[in-house]
């Protein structure tokens, strides 16, 4: 397509879809390697989607074009976003333990997180590619 390249420095913007972003820094607090990923042909502005990074993942495209660009989700967020609300720290104050109020607690603050980061979205990124840093805007989808 007109305006498609193999040269990731032609990127000005990327797309990311809100819930991708809240779903891959969950993923990635919860241990899996998550991202969210570029895969040529780049072109000015393209789609960062969310990706689980495998162990031997191929570092470029298997025909000699370039590897995908992978952004960390926490990359995609201000350093004033909310923190992950991990489960032990969401445990009820009560004196005896009780699952199920623990667990609907954790549901209702991870809600309460999901919907907060979300407000905390950057404008713009710093993409370390091969070559260097490359600066690009960021457009927030949903």
Request: aromatic share 4%; no cysteine; net charge negative.
């Amino acid at each position: 397509m007109p305006g498609e390249s193999h040269d990731p420095t032609d990127i000005r913007s990327i797309a990311v879809h809100a819930d991708d972003v809240v779903t891959a820094l969950e993923a990635s607090q919860q241990g899996r390697d998550a991202v969210l990923r570029i895969t040529a042909p780049f072109a000015g502005r393209v789609r960062a989607r969310i990706h689980l990074v495998q162990p031997a993942e191929p570092a470029d495209d298997g025909g000699g074009g370039p590897g995908p660009i992978r952004i960390p989700p926490g990359k995609l967020v201000a350093e004033d976003a909310p923190a992950y609300p991990h489960a032990h720290e969401t445990e009820p104050e009560q004196e005896e333990y009780d699952v199920e109020a623990h667990h609907e607690r954790h549901a209702e603050e991870l809600a309460a997180w999901r919907a907060a980061v979300r407000e905390h979205f950057v404008d713009s990124i710093v993409l370390d590619l091969p070559t260097g840093a490359h600066q690009v805007d960021v457009k927030v989808l949903g």
